[in-house]
Nanobody
């Protein structure tokens, strides 16, 4: 059974940092591309970035240079390190993967950037 479980969200001041985790089960994360998405209130869900099987990463322009995606294969966990957070980074963050041609999403974790 494939499961994605996010954690690490919370309240942070502008300029601060958070690290989100996505614990995966039911498949081998190094064999699948995985992505982080976010959805702010009243907005569509958008891609933040992703990591593919060879470890290469890509990012949305809005987070490039501030966010970093990494993977710990032994822990079956993907991370989203978020630095220099801005008000506009406030959103629910979701972990995503397509496994055996089926889309899987985590339940989401709230990130709120506020002073």
């Amino acid at each position: 059974q494939v499961q994605l479980v996010e954690s690490g969200g919370g309240l942070v001041q502008p300029g601060g940092s958070l690290r989100l985790s996505c614990a995966a089960s039911g498949f081998i994360i190094s064999h699948n591309a995985m992505g982080w998405y976010r959805q702010a209130p009243g907005k569509q869900r958008e891609l933040v970035g992703g990591i593919i099987s060879d470890g290469s990463t890509n990012y949305a322009d809005s987070v490039k240079g501030r966010f970093t995606i990494s993977r710990d294969n032994a822990k079956s966990t993907v991370y989203l390190q978020m630095n220099s957070l801005k008000f506009e980074d406030t959103a629910v963050y979701y972990c995503y993967s397509k496994v055996w041609n089926i889309d899987y999403w985590g339940q989401g974790t709230q990130v709120t950037v506020s002073s």
